[in-house]
């Protein structure tokens, strides 16, 4: 698969991406933690099937020290012992939020009651935005044929700052 279209080299789509990351730094600068952040973004890539989003969570987590054993089950996280109750909660929001074509009903209501037990407002209103910004970055690049596999950590501060 090529890629059909270079987000990076078109004025119009990097003025769009400076934009994009703005509203990331809000969740960035959150007090959810960037563990739960990279986890949830990388489980919704992963359902996404994008191969960009994927490689650039999987080595900004691992860039902030989360564990290859943690970043190798969060596709099977429900058969996994390495997260604690708040992640798994953040993680089905991600799931939920994620598949809402696949539910009718979207976000379930144990879902919800899990990540309300385990987060404030502050992260809850950071997750929810996550869930939603990390889909629209999936599909952006979806769309593209973005791939995975050149990310480095770090290699937009330039552009975006």
């Known amino acids: 698969?090529?890629?059909?279209?270079?987000?990076?080299?078109?004025?119009?789509?990097?003025?769009?991406?400076?934009?994009?990351?703005n509203a990331s730094l809000v969740i960035a600068q959150s007090p959810l933690p960037k563990s739960t952040q990279e986890l949830a973004a990388l489980r919704a890539s992963q359902i996404n099937g994008c191969g960009w989003c994927i490689d650039m969570h999987a080595k900004d987590a691992a860039a902030a020290g989360e564990t290859s054993v943690r970043l190798s089950l969060v596709a099977a996280w429900r058969e996994a012992t390495v997260f604690t109750e708040a992640e798994r909660a953040a993680l089905a929001l991600a799931e939920e939020g994620?598949?809402?074509?696949?539910?009718?009903?979207?976000?379930?209501?144990?879902?919800?009651a899990q990540v309300r037990k385990h987060y404030d407002d502050d992260q809850i209103a950071a997750l929810v935005a996550l869930v939603a910004l990390i889909n629209a970055a999936n599909r952006l690049a979806v769309i593209v044929h973005q791939q995975g596999g050149s990310y480095e950590p770090g290699m937009f501060a330039a552009m975006f700052s």
């Open 1 to 21: 698969m090529d890629p059909r279209f270079d987000m990076f080299g078109n004025e119009l789509a990097i003025k769009f991406a400076k934009r994009f990351a």
């Open 98 to 112: 994620t598949r809402l074509a696949d539910a009718h009903t979207g976000v379930s209501d144990e879902t919800w």
